[in-house]
Protein backbone atom coordinates (compact mmCIF):
# COMPACT_ATOMS: atom_id res chain seq x y z
CA UNK A 1 0.00 0.00 0.00
CA UNK A 2 2.45 2.19 0.79
CA UNK A 3 4.49 1.94 -2.22
CA UNK A 4 1.28 2.22 -4.14
CA UNK A 5 0.99 5.59 -2.86
CA UNK A 6 4.30 6.77 -3.20
CA UNK A 7 4.28 5.50 -6.69
CA UNK A 8 1.02 7.60 -7.45
CA UNK A 9 2.65 10.48 -5.54
CA UNK A 10 6.03 10.15 -8.05
CA UNK A 11 3.38 9.52 -10.99
CA UNK A 12 2.81 13.56 -11.06
CA UNK A 13 5.79 14.95 -12.35
CA UNK A 14 5.70 18.27 -10.51
CA UNK A 15 5.66 16.68 -7.28
CA UNK A 16 8.39 14.19 -8.58
CA UNK A 17 10.32 17.92 -9.57
CA UNK A 18 9.77 19.18 -5.99
CA UNK A 19 10.95 16.05 -4.33
CA UNK A 20 14.00 16.09 -6.19
CA UNK A 21 14.43 19.32 -5.80
CA UNK A 22 14.19 19.25 -2.08
CA UNK A 23 16.71 16.05 -2.20
CA UNK A 24 19.25 18.22 -3.98
CA UNK A 25 19.24 20.92 -1.20
CA UNK A 26 19.68 18.02 1.41
CA UNK A 27 23.19 16.78 -0.62
CA UNK A 28 23.86 20.53 -0.89
CA UNK A 29 23.98 20.88 3.08
CA UNK A 30 25.52 17.52 3.92
CA UNK A 31 28.13 18.89 1.77
CA UNK A 32 28.92 21.43 3.10
CA UNK A 33 28.35 20.87 7.08
CA UNK A 34 31.51 19.99 8.13
CA UNK A 35 33.22 22.83 5.79
CA UNK A 36 30.85 24.95 8.12
CA UNK A 37 31.55 23.63 11.21
CA UNK A 38 35.14 23.90 11.01
CA UNK A 39 35.10 27.41 9.58
CA UNK A 40 32.81 28.77 12.74
CA UNK A 41 35.08 27.01 15.37
CA UNK A 42 38.52 28.44 13.79
CA UNK A 43 37.06 31.73 13.33
CA UNK A 44 35.38 32.02 16.93
CA UNK A 45 38.70 30.66 17.95
CA UNK A 46 40.59 33.52 16.43
CA UNK A 47 37.99 36.23 17.83
CA UNK A 48 38.55 35.23 21.28
CA UNK A 49 42.12 34.43 21.32
CA UNK A 50 42.14 38.49 19.37
CA UNK A 51 40.06 39.51 22.19
CA UNK A 52 40.36 37.72 25.05
CA UNK A 53 40.31 40.64 27.58
CA UNK A 54 36.56 41.68 26.13
CA UNK A 55 35.71 38.20 25.16
CA UNK A 56 37.26 35.68 27.83
CA UNK A 57 38.10 37.28 30.68
CA UNK A 58 39.26 35.10 33.15
CA UNK A 59 37.42 34.33 36.52
CA UNK A 60 34.31 36.04 34.90
CA UNK A 61 31.01 34.39 33.35
CA UNK A 62 27.36 35.14 32.62
CA UNK A 63 25.39 33.93 35.04
CA UNK A 64 22.54 32.51 32.70
CA UNK A 65 20.46 35.20 33.52
CA UNK A 66 20.82 36.64 30.11
CA UNK A 67 18.03 35.46 27.70
CA UNK A 68 16.88 36.10 24.55
CA UNK A 69 13.58 36.43 23.11
CA UNK A 70 12.97 35.92 19.85
CA UNK A 71 14.71 39.07 18.13
CA UNK A 72 14.77 41.02 21.15
CA UNK A 73 18.25 40.86 23.72
CA UNK A 74 18.78 43.13 26.73
CA UNK A 75 22.31 41.39 28.33
CA UNK A 76 21.88 41.38 31.50
CA UNK A 77 25.75 41.46 32.09
CA UNK A 78 28.84 42.97 30.41
CA UNK A 79 30.51 40.01 29.43
CA UNK A 80 27.03 39.19 27.12
CA UNK A 81 27.29 43.13 26.04
CA UNK A 82 30.77 42.26 24.79
CA UNK A 83 29.52 39.36 22.62
CA UNK A 84 26.25 40.82 21.34
CA UNK A 85 28.64 43.79 19.80
CA UNK A 86 30.99 41.79 18.49
CA UNK A 87 28.24 39.36 16.34
CA UNK A 88 26.99 42.61 15.19
CA UNK A 89 30.42 43.83 14.06
CA UNK A 90 30.66 40.79 11.84
CA UNK A 91 26.78 41.22 10.72
CA UNK A 92 26.25 41.98 7.16
CA UNK A 93 23.39 43.58 8.42
CA UNK A 94 23.76 44.97 11.05
CA UNK A 95 20.88 47.73 11.71
CA UNK A 96 18.91 44.29 10.36
CA UNK A 97 17.05 42.21 12.27
CA UNK A 98 18.80 39.23 14.37
CA UNK A 99 17.29 36.13 15.92
CA UNK A 100 19.05 36.28 19.38
CA UNK A 101 16.36 33.60 20.81
CA UNK A 102 17.71 31.03 18.55
CA UNK A 103 21.29 31.62 21.06
CA UNK A 104 22.16 30.43 24.20
CA UNK A 105 24.75 33.85 25.56
CA UNK A 106 26.09 32.12 28.64
CA UNK A 107 28.03 29.85 26.03
CA UNK A 108 28.96 32.19 23.32
CA UNK A 109 32.68 32.21 25.09
CA UNK A 110 33.13 28.38 24.94
CA UNK A 111 30.65 27.09 21.74
CA UNK A 112 31.43 28.16 18.89
CA UNK A 113 28.30 26.96 17.04
CA UNK A 114 25.91 29.12 19.66
CA UNK A 115 27.89 32.29 18.41
CA UNK A 116 26.54 30.78 14.46
CA UNK A 117 23.29 30.39 15.49
CA UNK A 118 22.71 34.60 16.42
CA UNK A 119 23.24 34.79 11.82
CA UNK A 120 20.34 32.23 11.33
CA UNK A 121 16.72 32.07 10.79
CA UNK A 122 14.68 32.17 13.59
CA UNK A 123 13.78 28.78 15.23
CA UNK A 124 17.05 27.27 14.89
CA UNK A 125 17.54 27.12 19.16
CA UNK A 126 17.56 23.48 19.36
CA UNK A 127 19.96 22.47 16.44
CA UNK A 128 22.95 21.29 18.02
CA UNK A 129 25.72 21.11 15.64
CA UNK A 130 26.53 21.98 11.91
CA UNK A 131 25.50 17.84 11.05
CA UNK A 132 22.23 18.71 12.31
CA UNK A 133 21.18 21.96 10.50
CA UNK A 134 18.57 22.28 7.73
CA UNK A 135 20.34 24.25 4.23
CA UNK A 136 18.75 27.21 4.60
CA UNK A 137 20.71 27.89 8.21
CA UNK A 138 24.01 27.24 6.43
CA UNK A 139 23.15 29.77 3.70
CA UNK A 140 21.79 32.06 5.95
CA UNK A 141 24.89 31.92 7.44
CA UNK A 142 26.93 32.45 4.32
CA UNK A 143 24.70 35.28 3.77
CA UNK A 144 24.83 37.33 7.39
CA UNK A 145 28.14 36.29 9.07
CA UNK A 146 30.88 38.55 7.31
CA UNK A 147 33.57 35.65 7.88
CA UNK A 148 31.96 34.13 4.71
CA UNK A 149 32.05 37.16 2.90
CA UNK A 150 34.52 35.57 0.19
CA UNK A 151 31.92 33.60 -0.93
CA UNK A 152 29.68 34.61 -3.77
CA UNK A 153 26.94 36.32 -1.98
CA UNK A 154 24.94 36.80 -5.11
CA UNK A 155 24.79 32.56 -5.70
CA UNK A 156 24.01 32.64 -2.07
CA UNK A 157 21.13 34.50 -2.59
CA UNK A 158 19.75 32.99 -5.52
CA UNK A 159 19.92 29.48 -3.42
CA UNK A 160 18.36 30.99 -0.95
CA UNK A 161 15.40 32.53 -3.30
CA UNK A 162 14.86 28.95 -4.47
CA UNK A 163 14.80 27.36 -1.40
CA UNK A 164 12.17 29.66 -0.42
CA UNK A 165 10.04 28.70 -3.44
CA UNK A 166 10.51 25.35 -2.74
CA UNK A 167 9.51 25.74 0.63
CA UNK A 168 6.72 27.89 0.10
CA UNK A 169 5.43 26.29 -3.16
CA UNK A 170 1.77 26.09 -1.90
CA UNK A 171 0.42 22.57 -3.77
CA UNK A 172 4.51 21.10 -3.34
CA UNK A 173 5.30 21.34 -6.80
CA UNK A 174 7.40 22.78 -9.19
CA UNK A 175 7.92 22.82 -12.95
CA UNK A 176 10.55 20.73 -15.02
CA UNK A 177 11.92 24.71 -15.97
CA UNK A 178 11.85 25.77 -12.61
CA UNK A 179 13.81 22.74 -11.82
CA UNK A 180 16.78 23.08 -14.01
CA UNK A 181 17.12 26.86 -13.27
CA UNK A 182 17.56 25.28 -9.02
CA UNK A 183 19.94 22.86 -10.71
CA UNK A 184 22.16 25.60 -12.18
CA UNK A 185 21.92 27.82 -8.85
CA UNK A 186 22.66 24.90 -6.84
CA UNK A 187 25.81 24.09 -9.28
CA UNK A 188 26.60 27.61 -9.32
CA UNK A 189 27.50 28.05 -5.70
CA UNK A 190 29.03 24.51 -4.94
CA UNK A 191 31.57 25.77 -7.69
CA UNK A 192 32.68 28.41 -4.48
CA UNK A 193 33.63 25.54 -2.73
CA UNK A 194 36.14 23.52 -5.03
CA UNK A 195 38.49 23.26 -2.11
CA UNK A 196 36.05 21.27 -0.03
CA UNK A 197 36.07 17.50 -1.78
CA UNK A 198 32.26 16.66 -0.44
CA UNK A 199 31.12 19.68 -2.67
CA UNK A 200 32.84 18.37 -5.64
CA UNK A 201 31.30 15.18 -5.07
CA UNK A 202 27.97 16.38 -4.37
CA UNK A 203 28.11 18.41 -8.05
CA UNK A 204 28.04 14.74 -9.93
CA UNK A 205 25.78 13.30 -7.21
CA UNK A 206 23.11 16.71 -7.98
CA UNK A 207 23.91 16.23 -11.62
CA UNK A 208 22.67 12.97 -11.73
CA UNK A 209 19.45 13.71 -9.49
CA UNK A 210 18.10 15.79 -11.76
CA UNK A 211 18.53 14.00 -15.02
CA UNK A 212 17.05 10.92 -13.00
CA UNK A 213 13.56 9.82 -14.12
CA UNK A 214 12.44 7.90 -10.25
CA UNK A 215 10.03 6.16 -12.71
CA UNK A 216 7.87 3.46 -10.94
CA UNK A 217 6.01 0.77 -11.94
CA UNK A 218 3.92 -1.37 -10.20
CA UNK A 219 2.95 -4.67 -11.45
CA UNK A 220 0.88 -6.05 -8.53
CA UNK A 221 -0.74 -4.29 -6.20
CA UNK A 222 1.97 -4.96 -3.32
CA UNK A 223 5.09 -5.18 -5.46
CA UNK A 224 6.92 -2.18 -6.44
CA UNK A 225 8.75 -3.77 -9.55
CA UNK A 226 11.57 -1.33 -10.35
CA UNK A 227 12.60 2.76 -9.51
CA UNK A 228 14.50 4.07 -11.91
CA UNK A 229 17.62 5.88 -11.27
CA UNK A 230 19.89 5.27 -7.98
CA UNK A 231 17.31 6.05 -5.39
CA UNK A 232 15.28 3.20 -3.52
CA UNK A 233 11.92 3.00 -2.52
CA UNK A 234 12.63 3.78 1.56
CA UNK A 235 15.32 6.25 0.88
CA UNK A 236 12.69 8.77 -1.30
CA UNK A 237 10.53 8.17 1.41
CA UNK A 238 12.54 9.47 3.70
CA UNK A 239 13.54 12.65 2.22
CA UNK A 240 9.67 13.45 1.45
CA UNK A 241 9.57 12.90 5.30
CA UNK A 242 12.02 15.51 6.18
CA UNK A 243 10.94 18.04 3.70
CA UNK A 244 7.44 17.81 4.53
CA UNK A 245 8.26 17.83 8.18
CA UNK A 246 10.43 21.15 7.38
CA UNK A 247 7.29 22.76 5.29
CA UNK A 248 4.95 22.02 8.65
CA UNK A 249 7.72 23.26 10.67
CA UNK A 250 7.68 26.51 8.62
CA UNK A 251 3.97 27.10 8.69
CA UNK A 252 4.07 26.75 13.07
CA UNK A 253 7.21 29.62 12.51
CA UNK A 254 5.24 32.06 10.67
CA UNK A 255 2.02 31.76 12.94
CA UNK A 256 4.08 32.41 15.89
CA UNK A 257 6.15 34.97 14.75
CA UNK A 258 3.19 36.86 13.28
CA UNK A 259 1.20 35.54 16.75
CA UNK A 260 -1.75 34.63 14.75
CA UNK A 261 -3.27 32.50 12.19
CA UNK A 262 -3.69 34.47 9.00
CA UNK A 263 -5.82 33.23 5.79
CA UNK A 264 -3.04 31.63 4.25
CA UNK A 265 -1.56 29.68 7.11
CA UNK A 266 -5.08 28.47 6.87
CA UNK A 267 -4.93 27.60 3.34
CA UNK A 268 -1.56 26.15 3.33
CA UNK A 269 -2.69 23.62 6.01
CA UNK A 270 -5.66 22.64 4.31
CA UNK A 271 -3.78 21.34 1.70
CA UNK A 272 -1.71 19.69 3.89
CA UNK A 273 -4.46 18.20 5.00
CA UNK A 274 -5.77 17.09 2.11
CA UNK A 275 -2.54 15.83 1.01
CA UNK A 276 -1.44 13.87 4.05
CA UNK A 277 -4.81 12.68 3.95
CA UNK A 278 -4.74 10.40 0.76
CA UNK A 279 -1.36 9.58 1.69
CA UNK A 280 -1.33 7.41 4.56
CA UNK A 281 2.01 6.30 4.74
CA UNK A 282 3.31 10.08 4.92
CA UNK A 283 0.98 10.49 8.04
CA UNK A 284 2.11 7.67 9.92
CA UNK A 285 5.40 9.30 9.52
CA UNK A 286 4.40 12.80 10.35
CA UNK A 287 2.13 12.09 13.20
CA UNK A 288 3.62 14.15 15.95
CA UNK A 289 4.37 16.66 13.67
CA UNK A 290 1.20 17.15 12.48
CA UNK A 291 -0.13 16.69 15.60
CA UNK A 292 2.06 19.61 17.09
CA UNK A 293 0.87 21.95 14.36
CA UNK A 294 -2.76 21.27 14.70
CA UNK A 295 -2.63 22.01 17.92
CA UNK A 296 -1.32 25.10 17.35
CA UNK A 297 -4.07 26.02 15.16
CA UNK A 298 -6.45 25.00 17.36
CA UNK A 299 -4.96 27.40 20.28
CA UNK A 300 -4.58 30.17 17.59
CA UNK A 301 -8.67 29.69 16.23
CA UNK A 302 -9.32 29.58 20.16
CA UNK A 303 -7.35 33.27 20.43
CA UNK A 304 -9.37 34.76 17.74
CA UNK A 305 -12.29 33.83 18.66
CA UNK A 306 -12.21 35.41 22.06
CA UNK A 307 -10.62 38.43 20.49
CA UNK A 308 -7.24 37.94 22.58
CA UNK A 309 -4.27 40.32 21.57
CA UNK A 310 -1.01 38.41 19.52
CA UNK A 311 1.05 39.03 22.69
CA UNK A 312 -1.04 37.48 25.51
CA UNK A 313 -1.34 33.77 27.04
CA UNK A 314 0.09 31.36 25.21
CA UNK A 315 3.42 29.60 25.24
CA UNK A 316 6.17 30.09 23.37
CA UNK A 317 8.94 27.87 22.20
CA UNK A 318 11.85 28.96 23.41
CA UNK A 319 13.17 32.72 21.67
CA UNK A 320 10.13 32.45 19.36
CA UNK A 321 6.79 34.20 18.99
CA UNK A 322 7.74 37.84 19.66
CA UNK A 323 4.77 39.77 17.60
CA UNK A 324 6.84 41.29 14.66
CA UNK A 325 6.47 44.04 12.25
CA UNK A 326 6.35 42.98 8.65
CA UNK A 327 9.71 43.16 7.84
CA UNK A 328 12.03 41.84 5.28
CA UNK A 329 14.26 38.87 6.70
CA UNK A 330 15.21 35.56 5.46
CA UNK A 331 13.97 32.01 6.25
ZN1 LIG B 1 25.19 37.24 30.30
Redesign the pocket.
Known amino acids: MALAELAARLNCAEYKNWVKAGHGLLLLRAALQRYVGEQIHAFHRQLVARHADRLAPSGRG?????TPRGRQFQ???S??KEWKKEILNHHTHRNGEVNWGNCR??LWPSNSWEFAKAYMPRGKSDISGPDKCDASALLNLFNFCDHFSSVDQIKVKEVIKCRNELMHSSDMKVSSSWLKTFGNHVQNLLNEFQHVPEAERAQTTIEKLLSSDWAVYIPGEDQLDGLEGEMSQSHISEIEAELIKERLHEISLAMEAQGTMSEKDLSKMQILRNFLKNNHDLQRTLKAEIQNLEDLVQLYSQKQSTKDTPEENYEQEEGEGCPLPKRKHMV
Open positions: CTGSCPACLCPW
